[in-house]
């Protein structure tokens, strides 16, 4: 029986040779993200001229008042990750759930926990940070928020986020001692991060992180609608319902119901060796 065309044969000195389906797939996805990109460029300028708020690399947090909510509440959070940290070797790796931040995120140096991305609430998840979720849903134009974790000595290159139309916020959960030396930079502003603090960026902006210490750092990420005229929002809303159809949204969305599985299996394993232990006692 001959193989299905989307599998991955071998040749005769048995080295694995991708079906002619995988290597046009491959090459069309090429196509897809360097005209994605040239596209997204293009429309950067219109999207700024859209914008309610100023186009800046750092943006005012007070214009975001469920932003001020998270800071009053920050220890709930910390709370809630405090309890998913004891189980960290479960959180995945930021380029499993999604291969195309492979270049970004380098071996196990960057885990993320996602709470609502790629086009819904990721429900197992949330159950493991309940608080957290609740207080997430109350961001207006919520698209993702995740807790990401960042080792120690690790270097986020440069890079740059998909589109204008969306900003981002970073809340302080876990900073480290020597904090001077562990920062964000955006375009030319340097941000250091405070536990229970937040700050909002435009992530269009070329951005990278350094975590020159010995110690993790860790955040809540939240991604949610920019303020836009009536155009900036029909195309901003056009835009991300045509990346939902592509291969950028769906590997990550299908990975992430994985490896919200394996992670609440991680946690019932270690509950019930703690009832063991207890019913020993």
């Not at 994605?36 to 429309?43: D, E, T």
């Not at 970004?104 to 885990?111: A, E, L, Q, T």
Request: aromatic share 10%; proline share 6%.
């Amino acid at each position: 029986m001959s193989p299905p065309p989307n599998a991955v044969q071998q040749d005769a000195t048995g080295r694995d040779q991708l079906s002619v389906w995988e290597r046009l797939r491959k090459r069309r996805r090429k196509k897809v993200k360097r005209y994605g990109k040239l596209f997204i460029r293009r429309m950067a300028s219109y999207m700024g001229g859209q914008s309610l708020i100023d186009d800046t690399p750092i943006i005012d947090k007070t214009l975001f008042p469920p932003i001020k909510t998270l800071e009053d509440n920050w220890g709930a959070v910390r709370a809630e990750l405090d309890g998913i940290l004891k189980h960290r070797e479960a959180v995945p790796l930021f380029q499993e759930v999604s291969p195309d931040q492979k270049k970004i995120s380098i071996g196990d140096n960057w885990r993320t926990f996602i709470l609502f991305g790629f086009g819904g609430k990721s429900e197992k998840n949330c159950r493991q940070a309940p608080e957290t979720a609740r207080m997430l849903e109350t961001v207006p134009n919520l698209q993702s928020a995740w807790f990401s974790i960042i080792s120690p000595g690790y270097h986020i290159p440069p890079h740059r986020g998909v589109t204008k139309g969306i900003i981002r916020c970073h809340l302080g959960l876990i900073v480290p001692k020597d904090a001077e030396n562990c920062y964000m930079r955006v375009d030319d502003q340097i941000k250091v991060w405070k536990e229970g603090e937040a700050f909002v960026f435009d992530d269009t902006y070329e951005h990278e992180v350094r975590n020159d210490t010995e110690e993790d750092r860790v955040v809540l990420i939240l991604d949610f609608d920019r303020p836009m005229r009536l155009g900036g929002r029909l195309f901003n809303r056009t835009f991300i319902s045509l990346l939902k159809l592509t291969a950028y949204y769906q590997e990550p969305k299908k990975a992430m119901r994985s490896y919200e599985d394996q992670f609440e299996a991680a946690v019932r394993r270690a509950n019930d060796n703690i009832e063991k232990l207890s019913d020993e006692d």
